[in-house]
């Protein structure tokens, strides 16, 4: 059987649709898990996710209280913007937004965050947006909260 030369063109543009066509949707980038240890026992394990759909940055944050003894654990995501200094040149990440989730204890929760590129920030020449994703034990006063360290993820949009 003879493949015309339009064929393999519609083809390869129907490949390349595909292989190319979400550009504006960052792939899932996973992370975790990260622990934090307090008074020689583990308190909070976190891990999860971080995707762009369209500039709306989705953060989803499993925090396990892994002590179980009755304080409270909660995941977070903190949002970043890259911005560029119009004057010299030079880039730094600019927080915008944090978003948290309940307080639970001896369970595992699953918190997805969702925060849409601000308008604000086209003014910015960027098109790159950041998370620090982390879960926190909540230790009572006076221990301050024990908090896993960020998973920092970074995609374009």
Request: glycine fraction near 8%.
């Amino acid at each position: 059987m003879k493949t015309s030369t339009r064929s393999l063109t519609v083809a390869a543009v129907i490949v390349l649709g595909f292989a190319f066509g979400g550009a504006a949707n960052a792939a899932t980038q996973t992370w975790g898990p990260r622990t934090k240890t307090w008074d020689g026992a583990v308190r909070v394990e976190a891990s999860g996710s971080f995707w762009n759909n369209a500039g709306t940055a989705n953060s989803k944050v499993t925090t396990k209280d892994r002590k179980a003894d009755g304080n409270d654990v909660h995941g977070a995501t903190n949002f970043y913007i890259k911005k560029i200094d119009k004057t010299n040149g030079t880039t730094f990440w600019t927080f915008f937004a944090v978003k948290s989730g309940d307080d639970v204890s001896n369970t595992t929760i699953t918190d997805r965050f969702i925060k849409t590129y601000p308008a604000w920030a086209s003014d910015y020449d960027t098109d790159q947006m950041r998370i620090g994703a982390f879960s926190c034990a909540q230790m009572g006063w006076p221990v301050p909260d024990q908090c896993t360290s960020e998973a920092i993820l970074t995609t374009s949009y």
